[in-house]
């Protein structure tokens, strides 16, 4: 029986949706382990919903008084509360501002981390994470050694628990830090983030240009829920901005629908992206790599291909 803290991500004040899924997953963990107790923690203040949460698997929820986000405060705070709860295991959500945390908190309880899990299983009275590896070329098992299993939740990967429960709603002192967040700039459109979108319309240097976006928004736009992604090249190319970017050196996203637009597929993209649900790539090159992992591949013009599914999908949503 494995008690379980959950650090929260909130953005001015609301609940971000991959938060909702690390407590699910750690609601799944702690019953695998024979039934132990969630603890949600908003390591700043949030406006929390205690059905929402206890729905998506806590039992108790703490809100820190930081009045923004500091990286060393949020994780001196989770460390301060992991120890004081004494629970075995500490989970965030492998976004950003997750990844930030994660070796802070291992390092600040003296453990070690599994990052970007994608399955939580229990054996032999520890966690075993699953994670990709190589660009997620193979996957690998990892326990972790140390007194608290550290671990970050991959995005769409884990669901919410999806009971009839209200979590018990505290408060917790926050810790100070040497960094506090002042300003986050605003991203475009009002659209979900690529890391979190369940669809996600991504394009390359197929696009031609900046200007030739509008196909993809367009697309988006059609696609319920879609968010936005772009090939590191796009990226360099100033073409859209680095929080769009998808691969090693960007987001990793795992959607039920991925939308490659004139991406070539190299291995530093496949990265990102490979453990979508359903991979469709469009490409002129019928040789070009991405096909190799698409589920469905068209080979053709953007220009042409993209207007079309477009109208495709508005028909076929309507
Ligand atoms: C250390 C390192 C880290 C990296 N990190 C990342 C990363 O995080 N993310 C990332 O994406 N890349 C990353 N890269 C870069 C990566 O290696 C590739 O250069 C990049 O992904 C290529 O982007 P692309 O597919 O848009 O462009 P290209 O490789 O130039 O591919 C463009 C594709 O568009 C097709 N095309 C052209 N015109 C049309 C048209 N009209 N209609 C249809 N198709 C068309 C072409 O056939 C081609 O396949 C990294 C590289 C390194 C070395």
């Known amino acids: 029986m494995t008690d379980i803290l959950v650090v929260l991500e909130t953005r001015e004040g609301a609940l971000r ?67 004081e709860l004494g629970v075995g295991a500490v989970f965030v959500s492998a976004t950003v501002r997750g990844r930030d945390l994660l070796g802070r908190i291992a390092a600040g309880l003296d453990t070690g981390f599994a990052a970007d899990c994608t399955a939580v299983d229990f054996a032999e009275g520890g966690f075993v994470f699953t994670r990709p590896v190589y660009a997620g070329k193979a996957q690998i098992q990892v326990k972790v050694n140390g007194p608290v299993a550290v671990a970050s939740m991959r995005g769409n990967h884990f669901a919410p628990a999806g009971r009839e429960a209200s979590a018990e709603m505290g408060t917790t002192a926050a810790e100070g830090g040497k960094a506090q967040v002042t300003a986050i700039a605003g991203k475009s459109g009002g659209r979900p983030d690529v890391a979190e979108a369940a669809r996600v319309v991504a394009g390359g240097r197929g696009l031609g240009s900046a200007e ?3 196909l993809l928004e367009a697309l988006a736009d059609a696609l319920p829920g879609a968010g936005l992604g772009a090939s590191r090249a796009v990226v360099d190319s100033g073409w859209r901005p680095h929080s769009e970017q998808v691969g090693q050196t960007g987001k990793t996203v795992s959607p039920e629908l991925y939308i490659a637009a004139g ?56």
């Open 17 to 83: 949706n991959a938060s909702l899924e690390a407590v699910g997953a750690a609601r799944a963990a702690a019953d695998a382990s024979g039934g132990g107790k969630v603890t949600a923690l908003a390591t700043e203040q949030a406006d929390l919903d205690a059905a929402q949460l206890g729905g998506a698997g806590a039992d108790a929820v703490l809100v820190a008084d930081a009045g923004a986000h500091s990286p060393d405060g949020a994780a001196a705070t989770a460390v301060r509360v992991a120890g």
């Open 212 to 214: 030739n976006w509008h």
């Open 263 to 318: 991406i070539s597929g190299a291995i530093q993209h496949l990265a990102g992206m490979s453990s979508s649900k359903v991979i469709v790539a469009i490409n002129k090159d019928a040789e070009a790599p991405i096909f190799q992992h698409a589920t469905y591949g068209i080979v053709g013009d953007v220009n042409e291909i993209l207007p079309a599914l477009t109208e495709a999908v508005k028909a076929a949503v309507e």
